[in-house]
Structure formats: C-alpha cells, structure tokens
C-alpha cells in the first residue's frame, strides 16, 4: 500500500463522521476542507465552490481553506473550476503554467485538481484543491476525492 493510500485509508471515516455528525451543511463542508488542508501535505488551498442558486451559470466560493482568493465568483466554462463545471468531471493540471484557461488564485499555486459534486446529471458544485507542488497529484487522489465528492453529494441530496 502507498503512502497516500495510507493517509486516505485513515481519513476516509472522518470524513464520513463529518458527514454524519452535527452541524449544519457549512459547518460540515469547513470541517472536511481543514481535514485535508491537514492532513494532505501538497493540499494548499481546499476549497468548495456550490452552484449559485439564482444564477445556474456560476460558480460561488463556499467554505475553504487556505490563502483568501479574489475568485469568489467562477462562471461556468471559465477557468478549471468552470471547465469541471460545465463538463461535469475531473480535471487535474499538473502544471498551472501551462494552462491558457487557469484563474491564476496566487503565484504560489502550481498544480489544481477540481472535481464536480453531482447530483443526478446536476452539478450542485465543486471540490478545488490548489497544490504548491509541480505535479503533485496521482489517480489515488482523483479516487479518494471522488468519494468525497459522492459523500457530499448525499449530504446535499438530503438537506444537510
């Protein structure tokens, strides 16, 4: 077993009793983001960003971890987040420099994997994660967010 599979193996049941425990919705989505900003050593920036009720064309900074952005408001399309969005999967660049359509949040970031929280065929929103690490992210970590993404949706799913 690698060691990332290691970390993840430990922190998927505290992220289920995030999930399942009190709080509301918000408080929840905080407390995951400070869990792997934590844990995860190449996590520098973890973020949420939920689709805009009014407006299912943007994206909106939720609960997150990490340096303040400026880009509390993605459209869809623009940017990684708004690519993810609006093709509705994962997206991993291994390398910011070299991406013509990246929403540059600090100088510092050098590699973002976002992936959509769906609910049916609807993206509800998104999780971000920023790396200061050049091409720090491996299918393990598509994989363990993934069941973070299907773990948020429920959570969405049922109100809470």
């Known amino acids: ?3 990332k599979a290691k970390i993840y193996e430990g922190l998927l049941p505290n992220v289920k009793a995030i999930i399942g425990g009190s709080g509301s919705r918000e408080k929840k989505l905080q407390r995951i983001c400070d869990l792997l900003r934590g844990e995860v050593p190449y996590f520098d920036w973890v973020g949420f960003y939920l689709t805009d009720a009014e407006n299912p064309d943007d994206l909106v900074l939720g ?6 952005t400026e880009h509390v408001r993605i459209s869809v399309g623009t940017g990684i987040c708004g690519r993810a969005a609006h093709t509705r ?3 991993v660049v291994q390398d910011v420099s070299k991406e013509t359509n990246y929403l540059a949040c600090s100088p510092d970031v050098k590699a973002e994997i976002v992936l959509p929280i769906l609910i049916g065929n609807r993206v ?5 994660i920023d790396s200061h690490t050049l091409a720090p ?3 393990e970590d598509g994989e363990f967010l ?3 993404c299907s773990l948020v949706a429920d959570l969405a799913r049922a109100g809470g």
Not at 124 to 128: I, N, Q
């Open 1 to 3: 077993m690698t060691d």
């Open 63 to 68: 609960p997150f971890n990490g340096a303040p």
């Open 89 to 91: 999967r994962m997206f």
């Open 124 to 128: 509800w929103g998104e999780l971000d």
């Open 137 to 139: 992210f491996s299918s």
């Open 146 to 148: 993934g069941k973070i």
